[in-house]
């Protein structure tokens, strides 16, 4: 983790109440880890209605030191079950869309808007997207993903703060928090469409082009 990286997450830690931490300073901070025991720190929330369905808490999953970062809108039903993002029929097709473009799930780090899943898949409320939002937050002041990728229009909406289309969100790209942002079709959504996936495609590919630029 560089020194920007930390001085993030002390001022995270400041706006959150914390004054006071103590840090050895022989031992360096490793971001697997610190995202491990976040997430073991934050799995028996209560801070929505949304805990009341959850059989397992859905930080999310990849690498740490991820160059990119996928953020969708929240669990199903096999990530509610296995405790894994995008581990369901959504995640199998997302997992081809990334091979496609010469990516593996291990080199990316995926997360969602909410950690518990919404009653039969509805979008996420107002007030569970705000009791969530900081735990994402986190997650990428820690990882500092040089790209983002936002698959689906509740993630869109919710991060950048516009209410449009997804073909309208899908005609540029957007930084957030100084990171450059692409939207994209949720992977259920193409499940749904099929025909959708040559527009995804493209999407892909002009992600892979700033990729490969990195």
Not at 33 to 55: F, I
Not at 70 to 90: D, H, Q, Y
Not at 108 to 126: A, D, F, Q, T
Request: aromatic fraction near 8%.
């Amino acid at each position: 983790m560089n020194n920007d990286t930390i001085k993030q997450y002390l001022e995270y830690l400041k706006l959150s109440g914390i004054q006071d931490i103590f840090i050895n300073p022989k031992k360096q901070i490793n971001k697997a880890e610190l995202l491990q025991e976040l997430e073991k720190k934050y799995c028996n929330c209560k801070k929505c209605e949304l805990h009341t369905g959850r059989h397992k808490f859905v930080y999310g999953n990849g690498n740490a030191d991820a160059r990119l970062m996928i953020i969708g809108e929240g669990p199903g039903a096999e990530e509610n079950r296995l405790g894994k993002v995008f581990v369901g029929r959504s995640g199998q097709l997302l997992t081809k869309m990334l091979n496609a473009i010469n990516l593996s799930r291990e080199e990316i780090y995926i997360s969602n808007i909410v950690k518990c899943r919404p009653p039969g898949n509805r979008n996420p409320l107002p007030e569970e997207k705000k009791a969530c939002l900081p735990y994402l937050d986190e997650q990428i002041s820690i990882i500092q993903p040089e790209l983002i990728l936002l698959v689906g229009k509740v993630a869109a909406v919710t991060l950048l703060e516009i209410d449009q289309t997804l073909k309208a969100f899908r005609e540029r790209t957007y930084t957030f928090r100084g990171i450059k942002t692409y939207v994209s079709y949720h992977p259920s959504a193409l499940l749904r469409n099929p025909h959708w996936k040559k527009f995804a495609w493209i999407d892909l590919q002009k992600l892979q082009k700033d990729y490969l630029a990195l």
